[in-house]
């Protein structure tokens, strides 16, 4: 637990106040109370600066944390940083030296989400755990993260994300674990770091901070990423003979996981290969932190989303399978595939997939030939860069193209029937989420 002395020995400021104990970190002005830090974000809407005289008046036994000289008059201590995402950083470290968690460091291209949330339900039948909320992966949300961490707490799980090379170690200079996993190589990201080659890179930063002692959980079917660093204790999951956690006699969402030692018979709640290889990760995680395998089971079995990604409902006799959060040709193929599955006609609701670089109009074509090579019913591709999807899709599919947004809504009236299951994907910007909201409330109607 973090107190006004090790907040002012991490930032190396001299404190001769009183010292006390704080219970929590926030940058929201609505969410501090009595012995809270607060750290004063300058924002696009607000700077958190013009609250802390107002904060201070309120509460006792706070601290606040600002990059601007201190106002006149406060009660509370206040320590003026140079950059209050570094400072976070540093208290954050300096936290987590006094916690027992293990810490889980995850990134990927795709699934590093998901991912996080399975680890954690995998974990909790067994252990006191805590991690990232949502998606809160970057240099000011992974501090959060850590500095939310309990001292009762037996594992932190913590989603790393990244733009560039450089980022992940970055924030490994805080935040060290003790388990770093990598879901995958993908192509997103390409518009800046060029190839998968730079992109693996940038994620193996996660590995090379790994604790004394720690290990690398990796994709093993990525050959990018198997026997990439051979001076590390690496294990991988995948559905590979090679792999030391995979999944064999695959039958939708049953399949028979091995690990090292034995297997287990598996349910899980939710659909699709790329879930399988989630929960082979979670599980690797909770088996190399010594949980028991039926307790990892149990958690694995009570996962059942989290209710942002591939968000399942039937409204009014039609499927609508929400995945409108973020899309990359990985992910694409992934849900396309849990589209197919379905019983009665399949209709995609696909738009553009920003980040791709010079990759964009080649990674659109490979979702057009994906929908084609899955037999789907019908699509409807949304978005100037989806034109390259709507091309590449095959002349026997029933299809639509529109680069403007808004004449989605009559597309849908048009095109879906009672009986039809729906996916909508594309990138988080072009807001897919309103046009899936929108069909439910149609069709209740």
Not at 195 to 222: F, P, S, W, Y
């Amino acid at each position: 637990m973090l107190t006004v002395q090790t907040v002012a020995k991490a930032l190396n400021k001299v404190y001769a106040g009183a010292d006390f104990s704080l219970v929590k970190t926030v940058t929201d002005s609505r969410q501090a109370g009595n012995g809270c830090l607060f750290a004063a974000i300058v924002g696009e809407r607000a700077d958190g600066h013009s609250f802390i005289s107002q904060l201070d008046e309120a509460y006792d036994n706070m601290v606040f944390l600002g990059t601007k000289s201190k106002p006149d008059g406060l009660r509370n201590p206040y320590f003026q940083v140079d950059d209050i995402q570094v400072a976070l950083g540093l208290l954050a470290k300096a936290h987590l030296e006094t916690c027992p968690a293990k810490v889980i460091g995850v990134t990927g291209s795709v699934g590093k989400t998901t991912t996080k949330n399975f680890i954690l339900s995998a974990l909790s039948p067994a252990l006191q755990v805590s991690g990232t909320k949502g998606n809160m992966n970057n240099e000011l949300g992974v501090p959060l993260t850590a500095l939310a961490v309990c001292d009762t707490d037996e594992a932190a799980v913590v989603e790393m994300g990244m733009r560039g090379l450089g980022q992940i170690e970055y924030l490994t200079q805080f935040i060290t674990p003790d388990i770093a996993v990598i879901t995958n190589i993908g192509v997103a990201h390409l518009e800046l770091l060029k190839t998968r080659e730079n992109i693996t890179k940038a994620k193996l930063e996660l590995v090379e901070a790994l604790t004394e002692g720690g290990k690398a959980l990796m994709n093993g079917d990525e050959p990018l990423l198997y026997g990439s660093r051979p001076e590390k204790d690496c294990t991988y999951f995948g559905l590979s003979s090679h792999n030391d956690y995979r999944a064999e006699n695959i039958d939708h969402n049953r399949f028979t996981l091995c690990y090292p030692g034995g297997s287990l018979e598996i349910c899980l709640q939710v659909e699709g290969e790329h879930q399988i290889m989630n929960a082979l990760a979670a599980f690797g995680v909770g088996h190399l932190l010594g949980v028991k395998p039926q307790l990892l089971r149990e958690g694995l079995e009570q996962f059942s989303g989290d209710g942002t990604r591939q968000f399942t409902e039937t409204v009014g006799g039609v499927t609508v399978i929400d995945d409108s959060y973020n899309a990359s040709p990985d992910s694409m193929r992934a849900a396309l595939k849990v589209l197919a599955a379905k019983p009665g006609r399949r209709v995609a609701v696909l738009g553009d997939m920003l980040e791709l670089g010079t990759y964009e109009e080649e990674g659109h074509r490979q979702v057009g030939a994906i929908c084609g090579e899955l037999g789907l019913d019908a699509v409807i591709a949304v978005g100037s860069a989806a034109k390259s999807l709507y091309e590449a899709l095959p002349s026997e599919t029933e299809k639509y193209y529109t680069a403007n947004r808004e004449e989605l809504p009559a597309l849908l009236e048009q095109v879906i029937k009672i009986g039809d299951t729906v996916l909508f994907k594309a990138s988080n910007s072009m807001g897919f989420r309103a046009f899936a909201d929108g069909l439910k409330e149609r069709m209740k109607k």
